[in-house]
Structures are given as C-alpha cells and as structure tokens.
C-alpha cells in the first residue's frame, strides 16, 4: 500500500460480501477519497486476486470466516466466531464510520461497531431487489445513522430514516 496515505484523516471500515454486494463498495468508493478506508471481506482463496486494493485507495484488508454459503450449521458457526473476529479487527482499526453493503459479514462488524467502539454505521442497499429490503437492512436499519435505498420505492418499505441518492450504477 502506499506510504503517502495521510495517517492524520478519519478512518471508513468498508464491510462487504462478494459478489454484487463488492460491486457496489466498489462503485461508492470516489466517496470516501479523502478518507483511510480498510475492508472486511471474506477469507476465501483466491478472492480479490483480481482486485487492484491500491489503485482503489484501499489501505488494507481484514478477512473474516465463511464456513458455508447456505443458511445451516456452517453459515451459523461462521456467523458467530465473525463476532469474536469482528472484535479484534475493530480493536485495530478503530474506524469513525462503518459502511455497509451486506451481507451477514456485515451484521457483526456493525453492531459491535456501532454499539462498542461508538462508530457511525451507514448501509447501502444492494440493487437487485426494487420491491424488497435484505435481511441485512432489516436487522441494520433500527441502529444505521444513514440508510440508503438504491430504487425510490423500496424506501416506504422500510422506514423514516431510509434515503433515495440514487443509483449506484
């Protein structure tokens, strides 16, 4: 990573599965140029290989645990010890603001986050359902300091603090 990254600016912890969940951390990046952004992502062999983290200001990479992709023991297990890890990644990163795209790796980082390290937590609703919030938004939306909806309709779904800014890409 490049050592010219000023230590003095505010720190963003990016949470973030894969797939189009990353898709979207990816596309809001430009936002947060003048910050020190860090990213929690799965611990998976050869995920991010692809991925230049420098050239996306991407300061460095937390890996958490994923025992299973289907809801069931192994996603359940993987979903509690991220707890424990989440934990210890926020004990080093100490960042101002959690930023959320989903999925469940986000739900630990969050709440820990929000609740024992006193960061503003913000989540941003994936594009792929118009007509439906994820289970994730369901659970984050009661503890978010802002909560963004990408389609205008889904916000009378969820709640007061719900925005529309539009669509990612």
Known sequence: MPEAIRDDRKKILLVSSNGGHFDVAVAVLPAFRDWNVELVYYRLKGELAHVDLEALSIRKVYRVSLWGYTIGPGMLASFLFNFLE???????????????????????????????????????????????????????????????????????????????AGRVF
Do not use: M
């Open 86 to 164: 989440a934990f210890f990644i926020l004990l080093r990163s100490r960042p101002q603001v959690i930023v959320s795209t989903g999925a469940e790796i986000a739900i630990p980082v969050a709440l820990l986050g929000r609740f024992l390290f006193g960061a503003r937590l913000i989540h941003l609703e994936t594009a792929v359902h118009p007509r439906k919030v994820s289970l994730t938004g369901k659970l984050l939306y009661p503890f978010c300091h802002r909560f963004f909806i990408q389609w205008p309709e889904a916000c009378a779904l969820v709640g007061k603090k719900a925005e529309y």
